[in-house]
């Protein structure tokens, strides 16, 4: 196998990891407290969060749950209504950095999240992440293919959460009354985040297939991560009374 080839096929396993673990942690678990993960499992999250995306989960919680408070009007970090959809589709990671930057943004949305020491001595510091994932890749693949592999990775992540802001508000269903969408092709894709407008529907539910034919993969892992005792899940979609997530999102 050639090093591009190499970099490309790895490259595209840890971007899919990168999203299953913002699906499964940054959304499900931290942001919507739809399912409860043990320490153990929290701490490979974490440690993947930090290693594959450099994100700090307390200000993505807090662009995200702004997001739902302010869905597809004035103060949504990223909408496409708002802000255009190509815009929004290619610079997501430039609307996010805006909002998540905004010291009051974090201190109004995230204040349940207080950096611990881990933290502050390391986590916080995510290009480091990045460059130890990288250094890994070297050691692992050698440097063309782990430089392949960063560039697939980093890309297919940034244009995954474009996708799901610009796409996921703009083409696909509506069956609950939110200006979200339901795509089942990026559901597949993407860790079940395609079905958006299910997702807006019912933020608290850590299922997003709600009906048929709907495929959430990342509903897949938390079954079995709840199997082997490593998670357990608050409500599914079978119990939650759709409501407008905006609405939902401000009264809470
Ligand atoms: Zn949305
Ligand atoms: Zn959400």
Redesign the pocket.
Same mark, same amino acid.
């Given at each position: 196998m050639t090093p591009v080839i190499l970099g490309v096929v790895v490259g595209l396993i840890t971007c899919e990891v990168a999203l299953f673990t913002t699906s499964l942690y940054l @959304?499900r678990a931290l942001? @919507?407290r739809a399912v409860r993960i043990h320490p153990a499992a929290t701490f490979a999250c974490r440690i993947t969060t930090w290693m594959l995306t450099g994100i700090k989960p307390r200000q993505w919680v807090a662009v @995200?749950r702004k997001h739902?408070a302010f869905t597809d009007e004035a103060g949504d970090p990223h909408s496409p209504v708002v802000n255009g959809f190509t815009k929004v589709l290619f610079g997501n990671a430039l609307y996010y950095r805006a909002a998540a930057r905004d010291p009051e943004v974090v201190a109004r949305y995230a204040q349940d999240l207080t950096p611990d020491r881990l933290d502050r001595w390391l986590l916080d510091r995510g290009l480091v992440g990045l460059g130890l994932a990288f250094a890994v890749g070297v050691v692992l693949l050698g440097w063309q293919a782990a430089l392949v592999a960063g560039a697939v990775s980093v890309s297919g992540y940034l244009l995954a959460g474009g996708a799901i802001n610009a796409v996921g508000h703009r083409f696909g269903s509506r069956p609950y009354p939110n200006t979200a969408t339901n795509s089942r092709v990026l559901g597949v894709l993407i860790a079940g985040e395609g079905l958006h407008n299910n @997702?807006h529907g019912a933020?608290t539910s850590a299922r997003f297939a709600h009906r048929r034919g709907e495929v959430d993969p990342c509903w897949w892992l938390i079954s079995l991560l709840t199997r082997s005792g490593l998670a357990k899940v608050r409500l599914n979609g079978v119990h939650v009374r759709p409501v407008r997530s905006s609405t939902a999102a401000r009264a809470s």
């Amino acid at each position: 196998m050639t090093p591009v080839i190499l970099g490309v096929v790895v490259g595209l396993i840890t971007c899919e990891v990168a999203l299953f673990t913002t699906s499964l942690y940054l @959304h499900r678990a931290l942001a @919507h407290r739809a399912v409860r993960i043990h320490p153990a499992a929290t701490f490979a999250c974490r440690i993947t969060t930090w290693m594959l995306t450099g994100i700090k989960p307390r200000q993505w919680v807090a662009v @995200h749950r702004k997001h739902h408070a302010f869905t597809d009007e004035a103060g949504d970090p990223h909408s496409p209504v708002v802000n255009g959809f190509t815009k929004v589709l290619f610079g997501n990671a430039l609307y996010y950095r805006a909002a998540a930057r905004d010291p009051e943004v974090v201190a109004r949305y995230a204040q349940d999240l207080t950096p611990d020491r881990l933290d502050r001595w390391l986590l916080d510091r995510g290009l480091v992440g990045l460059g130890l994932a990288f250094a890994v890749g070297v050691v692992l693949l050698g440097w063309q293919a782990a430089l392949v592999a960063g560039a697939v990775s980093v890309s297919g992540y940034l244009l995954a959460g474009g996708a799901i802001n610009a796409v996921g508000h703009r083409f696909g269903s509506r069956p609950y009354p939110n200006t979200a969408t339901n795509s089942r092709v990026l559901g597949v894709l993407i860790a079940g985040e395609g079905l958006h407008n299910n @997702h807006h529907g019912a933020p608290t539910s850590a299922r997003f297939a709600h009906r048929r034919g709907e495929v959430d993969p990342c509903w897949w892992l938390i079954s079995l991560l709840t199997r082997s005792g490593l998670a357990k899940v608050r409500l599914n979609g079978v119990h939650v009374r759709p409501v407008r997530s905006s609405t939902a999102a401000r009264a809470s």
